[in-house]
């Protein structure tokens, strides 16, 4: 494959690099003589650093580098740091699979081979056996699916290999083993590809997180001291998804799958199991207290039980728990329950017998607040056993499911015989009403299924719909039948009635992971309820402050903005310590590490001053001023809260002033740019930390925040099991630097996931090395004098071109302000190539564009896609252009105001010259049936336009009900109002009304639109533009480019041969209208001999 033009590119880059680095160009200080010129401060969440760096992290970081090269350009100061996130568990979960390997498998290791060919063979036999037991089941009976973890289970993967598939050489894994290793690793080369793809960043303030880090670790140590102090951590016992393997919470990071899941409370509902009923299988549990435990999230409804239910397939136990009661439920509930004080021994289960669901089947039980005295355990094939306790309430009256499932039993005897039901256990039992609903009376579930027609429990479609439409609705709106709180509103005594049951003994809290949660130990999570700190997140005072932040921020989406303002509705205590892992130490109680959304949250602060501390040295080594024990809380107080130190402080005065300096020039920063995922947690974190640190100066609160959807990888998916994926080093060696940025740009702005095209990547190689090949010529040929002198007077071809390059200015400038990165590389790239492009066939070749045109395009052109390839820019700027500096920093391009006229114009002349052309081939084209005796051959010399001076008629009035509506803010009122208009004018009398109102629509929208870039001009009876001038100023042009050898222009409403001559051959003159003149193509034949007859 030829890779010159790649190669070019390259060497461009290296060179631009090199100029940056030997300048210094992105190192940037506070001035120390107090002014404030304009500044942007951006940041981006720091990587972690358990491998490379891959195109996901380069978009993210992408939406930064843009927006910090647009303010640099035109002229702001900019500080853009970059640091490396170790904190937490993944590092050292990976660094102990590693040493495990080694220890089981030797070094190198050798693993296990399995027989890949004997294992799809078996899987295949094994599918099909499914499928032909699938073709004669019972619809009734319940059938397993296969979960995503089996589904995804095949060659076991070993950390080990994931190394060698990250690119670390076999020779260099072994000292993996040492967590510290990766710090000392990973970071260095994240570094090395961010710097490679052109990212402006000052590395002076780069740093690692840990301890170790030892001036990061002391910033740490005071936020949390701060934050305990001021009284937003405290210690309790909360519920928290935990590792038992880990024996820690697990938070977000931590977690290999099921980011953003929390613990989901339930009601655990004891059933007494009647004594008479522990025969059988249940025989060994005979003289205990032996309860079913079911889950459920509406105590409210209890009263209406009239059975229970269990999965006959399903697999259970019987528990003893801490008082000596057994309880039944699936292994997976008694694990979680074993974490929440209910077992003898913290997370330690003491399972004392295990059956199917079928031994559960007619167990008698006394369930509490049930109006019912006795009623049975019943099957339904439908229980999840992923979810809850696998034993189900049952409350006919309330829920479609069990409504329709009793339904079921009760009408089907060859039911009730496959699971052995008896009559008695079924057959008397009715819905009992607890809860009334005033759309849908006293039981709504048997209304709601007849409402949809829901013939069998099978119709699950249906039964989510029933549920969807009534559970909601009996919280809301629903009022008790039944019990103490009778005549009540359910959403006033719900948690009353809760509380009741715990308190009698009926029920206990039972907590579970919302959705399954698995650890990057690779440990299915539990809930647990840990004695730990707590950050009290969702507090009212701090979360009203935090809402007040957000109010005031930028966050380019509404999607993003409700996201946040849904956090910050739902986020409550979060989990802040830890046990295990890399981290900083709790200060006050240094058993535990500070977990790693939490020690990310304000560090923004910290880059503001790690080049003074750290001396560019991103582990801390270097100390150019002071050792790390100098940082005292103290001292952080004095530079980030603006304290005094006391007078017998050894800290140097003058470093103090330049880290206040350097925090209080830069502070707020102004964006971050992060995934969209981060909202949920790390990002609402940073508002709520924020506002406590500076709860007394609003001015240090965050700005903006930036996110983004995930990246695809050509439409699909990046993933590494299937190949479609790249690093950052690879796609930068692929196709450079710019053509990898600027296929970023054009990748997406919205908050949706976005679309990363090799296709537009390999283009741009192609685009930017032919580009550079037409500046180098035209440069020459201007030195040469070949083209139009820079004095020559200015033509109507000039004159849009000129507009065109002031359009794009002003465009692209806005879609920068606003983040719109793809929309900036259309109007700053795509259209103004396409304005070029057309000028040059409109000059008919390069020779004729006028010189100081095509130098105005070839600086701004290049000024203006600079952020997003400023390898490739700062090459024409210097090397070709000769300027002095670097294009960084050269301003952003200033342009006069685009001329709305002269834009129209010059679309008014390409769309025509398309139509004319369009309307030679039809009207020189030879018959669709050909006759026996073909025609004489034709040929069009000669087009006539009809020019029409202004609107009249329909078209007049709806232009005057347009300017009537039109606001002073440039915006129209709804479509619908102004048709409303319409039809209330004087047109309505007309016979042919209804005619004319399908042309309305299409004439209004386009007025519309021609307004929105116009103004209220585009609203008068004329064109904003001298249409008939336009048609004989660029005749020649119009003559030359569609092959004719005359133009004629005319009045519409004028008398003229030519209108005459039109007229009869059929063309329609007076419905010329403005911008839509009226054609006739003068077409004559040709003899054989070519002679006109």
């Not at 081979?113 to 099909?128: F, H, L, R, T």
């Not at 090459?875 to 960084?888: F, K, M, P, Q, Y």
Request: charged share 25%; with cysteine; net charge negative.
């Amino acid at each position: 494959m030829a890779t010159a033009r790649r190669d070019l590119l390259l060497d461009i880059q290296a060179k631009s690099q090199k100029k940056w680095a030997d300048e210094k160009i992105f190192e940037v200080s506070a001035p120390r003589d107090g002014s404030k010129p304009p500044k942007f401060f951006g940041n981006f969440p720091y990587p972690y650093m358990n491998g490379m760096l891959h195109l996901g992290h380069a978009f993210s970081l992408s939406k930064l580098e843009f927006a910090s090269a647009y303010h640099r350009l035109k002229g702001d100061e900019v500080l853009f740091p970059f640091a490396f996130h170790c904190t937490g568990m993944p590092i050292k979960a990976s660094a102990d699979k590693i040493k495990n390997e080694i220890a089981k498998y030797g070094n190198p290791p050798v693993f296990p081979v399995i027989d890949e060919a004997a294992e799809a063979e078996a899987a295949a036999q094994k599918a099909a056996e499914a499928a032909e037991a699938a073709k004669n089941a019972d619809p009734t009976k319940f059938a397993a699916k296969k979960s995503k973890a089996v589904a995804k289970a095949g060659t076991a993967t070993y950390q080990w290999d994931i190394m060698k598939s990250s690119g670390v050489p076999e020779s260099e894994i072994p000292p993996f083993a040492d967590p510290y290793h990766w710090l000392d690793y990973f970071p260095p080369l994240a570094k090395r590809d961010v710097a490679a793809m052109g990212c402006q960043v000052d590395w002076r303030r780069s740093f690692i997180t840990t301890d170790h880090n030892p001036f990061y670790d002391a910033f740490v140590r005071w936020q949390f001291n701060t934050l305990k102090k001021i009284g937003k951590i405290i210690k309790a016992k909360r519920m928290a998804v935990y590792s038992p393997l880990d024996g820690q919470p697990c938070a977000d990071h931590d977690r290999a799958t099921g980011e953003g899941v929390g613990p989901q409370e339930y009601v655990l509902v004891k059933m007494r199991v009647y004594d008479e009923c522990l025969v059988g299988e249940l025989s060994p549990l005979a003289g205990r207290d032996v309860f079913l435990a079911a889950a459920t999230l509406r105590p409210e409804t209890m009263y209406g039980q009239t059975n229970c239910w269990a999965l006959p397939d399903g697999d259970y136990g019987a528990f003893e728990m801490a008082n000596g009661d057994v309880m039944v439920m699936c292994d997976r509930a008694a694990r979680n329950l074993a974490f929440q004080e209910h077992t003898k021994e913290p997370g330690v289960v003491n399972k004392l017998l295990g059956f199917k669901g079928t031994a559960l089947i007619g167990c008698a039980v006394k369930s509490p607040l049930a109006v019912l005295e006795r009623i049975y355990c019943l099957p339904m094939m439908t229980i999840l056993m992923n979810k809850g306790t696998g034993v189900v309430t049952s409350v006919p009256s309330d829920s479609p499911m069990d409504f329709m499932a009793l339904s079921d039993l009760k009408a089907k005897p060859a039911l009730r015989e496959k699971f052995g039901v008896k009559d008695e256990w079924v057959m008397p039992f009715e819905v009992v009403p607890c809860v009334h609903i005033p759309e849908f009376g006293d039981a709504c579930a048997p209304i709601v299924c007849e409402q949809l027609k829901i013939k069998s429990q099978n119709e699950k479609v249906k039964l989510e719909e029933a549920k969807g439409k009534t559970y909601l609705k009996g919280f809301t709106d629903g009022i008790m039948l039944l019990g103490a709180h009778k005549g009540e509103p359910v959403k006033l005594v719900k948690q009353k009635i809760r509380d009741i049951m715990i308190a009698d003994g009926g029920a206990i809290v039972y907590s579970e992971p919302e959705k399954q949660v698995m650890s990057r130990s690779g440990d299915e999570c539990v809930v647990a309820l840990t004695d730990q700190w707590y950050l009290e997140y969702g507090e009212d005072a701090w979360r009203e402050r935090s809402e007040k932040c957000l109010e005031g921020m930028v966050t380019y989406h509404d999607e993003a903005r409700k996201a946040f303002q849904h956090t910050l509705g739902w986020l409550r205590q979060w989990a802040c310590s830890r046990a295990f892992g890399l981290g900083t130490r709790m200060p006050w109680d240094p058993q535990y590490l500070i977990e790693s959304l939490s020690d990310s949250t304000i560090y923004m602060a910290y880059y503001t001053v790690a080049h003074l501390l750290q001396g560019g040295d991103m582990y801390g080594k270097s100390r150019p001023s002071v050792d790390p024990e100098a940082m005292t809380d103290d001292v952080w107080d004095a530079v980030f809260l603006g304290t005094e130190l006391n007078a017998d402080s050894k800290f140097p005065k003058d470093l103090l002033d330049e880290m206040r300096a350097e925090f209080n020039f830069w502070y707020p920063f102004d964006l971050r740019v992060s995934g969209k995922d981060l909202i949920q947690n790390h990002l609402t974190f940073a508002i709520y930390n924020h506002t406590a640190i500076w709860e007394g100066d609003e001015s240090k609160w965050p700005r903006g925040f930036r996110t983004n959807g995930h990246l695809l990888l050509n439409g699909e998916k990046m993933s590494k099991s299937t190949g479609n994926f790249k690093t950052l080093k690879t796609a930068i060696e692929e196709y450079s630097a710019d053509a990898m940025r600027f296929a970023l740009a054009d990748a997406g702005d919205g908050i949706e996931d976005a679309n990363f095209v090799h296709d537009t990547a390999n283009a741009a190689i192609l685009r930017f090395t032919k580009e550079l090949e037409w500046i180098e010529s035209i440069r020459e040929a201007s030195a040469q004098g070949k083209l139009r002198a820079a004095d020559s007077s200015a033509t109507f071809t000039d004159r849009v071109f000129a507009n065109a390059i002031d359009t794009a200015i002003a465009r692209t400038k806005d879609h920068y302000e606003n983040m719109m990165f793809r929309e900036a590389l259309k109007s700053g790239y795509y259209d103004l190539q396409s304005a070029r492009d057309a000028y040059r066939v409109q000059c008919d070749g390069d020779a004729g564009m006028r010189a100081d045109l095509a130098a105005r395009f070839i600086e701004v052109s290049t000024l203006l896609i600079a952020p997003f390839t400023p390898h490739t820019c700062e090459h024409v700027w210097g090397a070709i252009l000769g300027r002095e500096g670097s294009v960084t920093k050269a301003g952003f391009p200033v342009g006069d105001a685009p001329d709305p006229s002269v834009a129209a114009a010059g679309k008014y002349l390409d769309d025509l010259v398309k139509t004319v052309r369009g309307g030679v081939a039809k009207a020189t084209a030879p018959p669709k049936k050909k006759p026996a005796v073909p025609p004489p051959p034709k040929v069009c010399d000669r087009v006539d336009f009809f020019v029409a001076e202004k609107f009249g008629g329909w078209q007049e009035v709806c232009l005057g009900i347009l300017a009537d509506v039109y606001g002073a803010d440039g915006t129209f009122p709804p479509v619908s109002d102004i048709l409303e208009k319409v039809k209330a004018s004087p047109l309505a009398a007309q016979a042919d009304f209804k005619n004319v109102m399908k042309m309305v629509m299409p004439f209004v929208k386009f007025k519309m639109n021609e307004a929105a870039v116009a103004g209220r001009d585009a609203l008068g009876v004329r064109l904003i533009f001298d249409e008939a001038g336009v048609l004989r100023e660029n005749s020649e042009y119009v003559a030359r480019v569609c092959g004719l050898k005359e133009v004629g222009v005319f009045a519409a409403d004028a008398d003229s041969p030519e209108k005459a001559a039109a007229v009869k051959g059929g063309v329609k003159v007076d419905q010329a209208t403005p911008g839509s003149p009226g054609v006739n193509f003068v077409v004559t034949e040709l003899s054989v001999e070519g002679v006109t007859i």
